[in-house]
Structure formats: structure tokens, C-alpha cells
């Protein structure tokens, strides 16, 4: 089952979208953070509690909950965003906002992205 499932969960206005394995290891850093900060509990109960396994069906899709749908605003056009580790869902208004403001603010982060090997 798990290499037909994905884990789901809210974060930054879109969906976070998650392998089982990878899932796991988040879940596995969250918990070794400090259970009484106040930002662990705030990441634990917006980002972990959210978070649903969707299981995919024989042709390769998924059903989103409800509740991440609303939160994520996804009506009618939809953007998937490759991020490395995980997949981002997003409404294409969303997107593009989000799209923008990171093409702003990327141009001056290049001569930090080299100093990091990047």
C-alpha cells in the first residue's frame, strides 16, 4: 500500500504532497523536536494533523479531501509543482502569485545560492 499512496497536508496556502516513505520521515524529524515549543505544537496541529494518506486508484489518481481542497482554494485549474522531496498542489491564481513573488525575490539571493555550492 504505500507505494500507491500519498501523504497530503496544508501548508503555505497549497498542499503539500508527500510519498509514504518521505512522510514518514518528516514525521520522524517532528518528533524529535522539543513537544513544548510553542512552534512544534503550532507545526503539529496546522502541517501534521491535516495531513490524510490518499490512497491512488488503478489509473494513477487521487481523491482529495474536502478540507484540503478548501483550504488550497483548488476549484476548477489546478498547477503540480515538483519540489525535490515532494510535490506541491495549487490553484492556478495562487500559483501565479506565488510564482511571481518567488521570481522577485530570487534575484537577489544568486550570489548566496553560489556561496552555498548551489
Not at 82 to 97: A, H, T, V
Request: overall charge negative; proline content about 3%.
Amino acid at each position: 500500500m504505500e507505494s500507491s499512496s500519498l501523504f497530503i497536508t496544508n501548508f503555505d496556502g497549497c498542499l503539500w504532497t508527500y510519498p509514504a516513505d518521505e512522510w514518514r520521515r518528516v514525521e520522524s524529524q517532528v518528533a524529535t523536536l522539543s513537544q513544548f515549543k510553542s512552534e512544534v505544537i503550532a507545526l503539529q496541529r496546522f502541517f501534521v494533523s491535516a495531513a490524510h494518506e490518499c490512497v491512488l486508484d488503478s489509473q494513477g489518481r487521487i481523491l482529495i479531501p474536502p478540507t484540503l481542497r478548501d483550504y488550497a482554494d483548488l476549484h476548477r485549474e489546478i498547477v503540480i509543482v515538483g519540489m525535490l522531496r515532494r510535490f506541491e498542489i495549487w490553484s492556478r491564481p495562487r500559483w501565479d502569485s506565488a510564482f511571481q513573488e518567488a521570481e522577485h525575490r530570487i534575484g537577489g539571493v544568486a550570489d548566496r545560492l553560489a556561496e552555498l555550492g548551489i
